[in-house]
Structures are given as structure tokens and as C-alpha cells.
């Protein structure tokens, strides 16, 4: 009798065990059909990732440009431009040249003058440049990498954006900072007491090489990565953290194609 009742008892185990194997197979299926169907409702539309792509990029180029123009935001950041590299031959034997030490550390200060100049004009030129984006390009660029966006752009306006950019350099770079003096009319005195003195019988002995740079395509160069490096940050942080965001289709966008990758 008792082994009777020992074999109904496992019996009723394995029946008991079955059912609730089934019932857990059951929720856990179920808690996936609504995780898809969770999933498919917050999927956002192509209108609305292009929208959120172009909001995130726009503010983040707003972002850039108002912390590159403000005061500071070139002469005493990371983004501090120095001297051209072929300049480097100018500040090793800078002591040759008379008054030559100053002159550098004016064109310096006005070189990156010109630059936070340049940033408060061509910004809103860089937030316009934002229009055409493909629902492939959107898509695309919502499951890159951190910076996908930003690349994207770059390869896309930046072209355009560095035509659109050159005028206002150049217009910064030759307008009077301080005492009718420019960046340009700083470097092309640097340079040229330079190249005097390498020219020189001294200079040759030295062996010092003239210097022949485009202060302003060098001054735009360094402009425009120090822009596409902030908007960089910008939309890592926003792929970081997208409820950061104070844009709701930007929150919801971003958040979704997170739990995508």
C-alpha cells in the first residue's frame, strides 16, 4: 500500500511539474508577444526619425556654435588654435627676430579671435545645411556608431559648409581687432620678419627654411573640426542618455533604436 502511495505521489509530481513547466513556457511566451508588440507600437515612423535625427543635429550645431563664439571659446579651451605647424620653425628661433615673440603671441590671440568670430556668423549657415536625409540615411545613422550622425554630415555638407565658412574666416581674420590690427596683418608681419631673417646670411647659416602657409585655410580647418568635434559630443551624450533630451521625438527616437542595437 505504501509504495502504491509513494508511486501515485510521484505520479502527481511529474503530472504537477508538467503543468507548471507549461504554465512558465506559457508567461514567458506571452511576456514575449507583448515585448513585440510593445516594441512594434513604439517603433517611430520614417517622418519621425528624420525629424529627430534633424533636431538632434540642429541642436546640436546650435550647441557647438555657442560655445565655440562665446568669449573664450577658442583662446581658452581645448580647442586653442596655435601657430600653423610650419610655424614651428618660427617659434624655435623666435628670439632672432626682433619684437618676434610678441608677434607670435598676437597672431595666437588673434587667430583664435577670428575663429570664435567666425562661429557666431556661419552656425545658423550650419544649422540650414541640415535638410535632405533618406529614411536609409536615417536609419542607418540611428543604429551607428556614436558619432554616426556627425560623420554623416561632415561627408555630406561639409563641403559646402567649408565654402560657406571661408568668407566669414577671411572677413575675421582681415577685420581690426585692436589698434587697426588683424590676424592676417600679424601673421603676414610674423612671417615675413621671418623669412627676412632665413633669407638672411644668418638664416642660411642656421639653416632655417622660409614659411609658406595659408593662415586661412589653416584657421578654417581647425574651425571646422573644433565644430564637428562639439556636435560629436553632442550626439553621444544624446545616444547615451536620450530622456536627457528636452525633445520628445528625440527621447523616443533615440531611445528605441538603443534597444535596437
Known amino acids: 500500500m505504501r509504495k502504491f502511495l509513494t508511486a501515485i505521489a510521484a505520479i502527481a509530481g511529474v503530472i504537477l511539474g508538467a503543468i507548471l513547466l507549461s504554465g512558465c513556457k506559457a508567461a514567458t511566451q506571452e ?5 513585440l508588440e510593445k516594441a512594434q507600437n513604439l517603433a517611430p515612423s520614417e517622418a519621425q526619425m528624420i525629424e529627430a535625427l ?13 560655445s565655440l563664439a ?3 571659446g577658442f583662446t581658452k579651451s581645448a580647442y586653442k588654435i596655435p601657430l600653423p605647424s610650419e610655424a614651428a620653425a618660427i617659434e624655435k628661433n623666435i628670439k632672432l627676430v626682433p619684437g618676434g615673440e610678441k608677434l607670435a603671441a598676437d597672431t595666437t590671440e588673434r587667430i ?13 549657415i550650419f544649422a540650414k545645411a541640415i535638410k ?29 559648409l567649408r565654402a560657406a565658412f571661408k568668407p566669414e574666416i577671411k572677413s575675421a581674420l582681415n577685420a581690426p581687432i ?27 647659416a642656421a ?4 614659411v609658406k602657409t595659408s593662415l586661412e585655410d589653416f584657421a578654417l580647418d581647425k574651425a571646422l573640426d573644433a565644430m564637428f568635434s562639439e556636435v560629436a559630443k553632442s550626439e553621444a551624450e544624446v545616444r547615451a542618455d536620450p530622456l536627457s533630451s528636452a525633445k520628445s521625438v528625440v527621447r523616443n527616437v533615440f531611445s528605441y533604436a538603443k534597444t535596437m542595437k
Open 112 to 124: 583664435n579671435l577670428a575663429a570664435e568670430a567666425a562661429a557666431t556668423k556661419a552656425a545658423p
Open 54 to 66: 534633424k533636431v538632434a543635429l540642429t541642436d546640436g550645431a546650435e550647441g557647438a556654435a555657442a
Open 70 to 72: 562665446k568669449s573664450g
Open 207 to 210: 639653416k632655417l627654411t622660409p
Open 178 to 204: 585692436a589698434l587697426g590690427v588683424s590676424a592676417q596683418s600679424s601673421w603676414d608681419t610674423l612671417t615675413n620678419a621671418y623669412n627676412t631673417t632665413a633669407n638672411s646670411i644668418v638664416g642660411k
Open 132 to 160: 535632405d536625409m533618406s529614411v536609409k540615411d536615417a536609419a542607418g545613422i540611428l543604429r551607428g556608431g556614436d558619432n554616426a550622425a556627425t560623420e554623416y554630415l561632415r561627408a555630406k555638407t561639409g563641403g559646402d
Open 31 to 35: 511576456k514575449a508577444k507583448s515585448a
